[in-house]
């Protein structure tokens, strides 16, 4: 059962994913699973200052809203990868400032694994989603086979969604993926990857598994 006590801590979060400038004004939308429903940013919410009354609790399975609230557009993709990752609990849309540059690249890189940090949390394979019109069926069935198998995608003239089994692996997806496309565009074009051994060699001895 959903308490105050879940809609306050998920608030305080959606305002730390702001005051990390994850997103700007009404771009960006968050959920968050509390057994068979999860609350969302509701349409047209500001979710650096996101307010009580602008959070929808919806059901996952159906998709509908149960407090009368109007859940973001975004929210088909959002349950969408609620139901199909029973592992993630976190989901999270934004439009930080590199990463949104990057997805608007004619080039976009092929590999974003520059530090050690990406492949260990964002992703050795970043999945990169033809542009389709925001909230549209298109969009969210892309995003949700996508994040299937990975953990960040990235979204063509559009943003970024990484998901996660808490808000705190949530939060460090998104700022080490932007940490890595503010390598990319600051470096010029003129970077370097690690190798597929080093990868494996991080996979290995730091993480003690394979990552997605």
């Given at each position: ?18 005051d ?84 608007c ?32 069926p ?9 994040m ?11 943003g ?15 700022t ?37």
């Open positions: 059962m959903i308490t105050n006590e879940h809609i306050e801590q998920y608030l305080a979060q959606a305002h730390r994913y702001g990390a400038k994850l997103m700007l004004c009404s771009s960006g939308n968050l959920s968050w699973r509390i057994g068979e429903e999860a609350l969302v940013s509701g349409t047209g919410s500001w979710v650096p200052n996101l307010q009580k009354e602008k959070v929808s609790i919806c059901n996952i399975a159906t998709g509908t809203p149960q407090n009368g609230v109007k859940p973001s557009m975004e929210s088909t993709f959002h349950l969408g990868i609620l139901r199909e990752r029973p592992d993630v609990n976190v989901v999270l849309h934004f439009q930080s400032e590199y990463a949104t540059a990057v997805s690249m004619k080039n976009k890189p092929s590999n974003f694994n520059v530090t050690a940090e990406i492949p260990c949390h964002v992703g050795k394979e970043i999945p990169i989603i033809p542009y389709y019109r925001p909230g549209s298109a969009l969210a069935k892309a995003v949700v086979e996508a299937k198998e990975h953990n960040s995608v990235l979204l063509t003239n559009h970024q969604v990484v998901c996660g089994k808490d808000f705190d692996q949530v939060y460090e997806r998104a080490f993926f932007e940490m890595a496309c503010r390598i990319i565009v600051q470096s010029g074009g003129d970077y370097s990857v690690l190798t597929p051994e080093e990868i494996d060699d991080l996979e290995v001895y730091v993480l003690g598994k394979k990552t997605k």
